[in-house]
């Protein structure tokens, strides 16, 4: 099966520019996150969507991020604007419903640099 | 709050070596405990998970040892190859519903030839 696929692959910007990234799924996975990764950290939860809908975006900073998963199968996230504190690796994920607890899937993320 | 803690923040380890890598963790209602490698350039990918019905689990040269009363777990490497250099995290989350998997802060492990 195809991966979880992940745009651009790296983006520099300037503070307080804004920035997007995109993720596509594997085909059928309902359930999917967006992870940032901070050099030198473990991935941290920013929002998980169920189909459409947020089931968790307690850790999204919402001044200035924002993110949606229109049709429950794409999804963007974005920053507006970013600070420096924003450069990170983006990391989407996602996971199948069909089978109790199954793993996540990774894709290989977008590495943003707030200059 | 860092909900898994872990160590060693680097690891060194000869080819044939073992490698150890130690995680803890505070939250008693975390029950299923995964482990992830992560190349350079790539996502993190499952290696191994746990459930703490068990006090270990064996996949391959891969074993997770588990301790309840101690709130830790650790991820052994057997006959350790320069194919394992990677970064290895841990993690914790509830088992059921939407849960939220807590990485541990990462451990970057070099195995020499």
């Known amino acids: 099966e195809a991966g979880v696929a992940q745009s651009p692959r790296y983006k520099i910007i300037e503070k307080r520019q804004s920035v997007a990234f995109w993720c596509n799924p594997i085909s059928g996975h309902a359930t999917l996150y967006w992870y940032q990764q901070i050099l030198g950290q473990g991935p941290k939860l920013l929002i998980q969507?169920?189909?459409?809908?947020?089931?968790?975006d307690s850790q999204l900073p919402k001044d200035r991020f924002s993110a949606e998963r229109l049709k429950g199968v794409d999804s963007t996230l974005k920053i507006q604007p970013a600070k420096l504190e924003d450069s990170a690796v983006y990391l989407c994920?996602?996971?199948?419903?069909?089978?109790?607890?199954?793993?996540?899937?990774f894709g290989n993320g977008t590495r943003l640099t707030v200059t | 709050q860092q909900q898994v803690k872990q160590s060693p923040q680097s690891l060194i380890v000869q080819k044939g070596g073992i490698s150890i890598i130690n995680c803890a963790y505070e939250?008693?209602?975390?029950?299923?405990f995964p482990w992830y490698q992560q190349f350079p350039g790539k996502g993190p990918a499952l290696l191994i998970a746990i459930r703490p019905d068990v006090s270990e689990k064996k996949e391959g040269r891969f074993t997770i040892s588990f301790n309840k009363s101690a709130k830790q777990f650790s991820l052994h490497i057997m006959d350790s190859q320069p194919g394992d250099s990677a970064t290895y995290f841990c993690a914790a989350s509830k088992w059921t519903g939407a849960n939220n998997l807590f990485f541990g802060t990462g451990t970057r492990l070099t195995v020499i030839p």
């Open positions: 969507f169920q189909n459409n809908g947020v089931v968790d």
């Open positions: 939250n008693t209602a975390f029950d299923y």
């Open positions: 994920a996602s996971r199948s419903d069909r089978a109790f607890n199954s793993p996540l899937h």
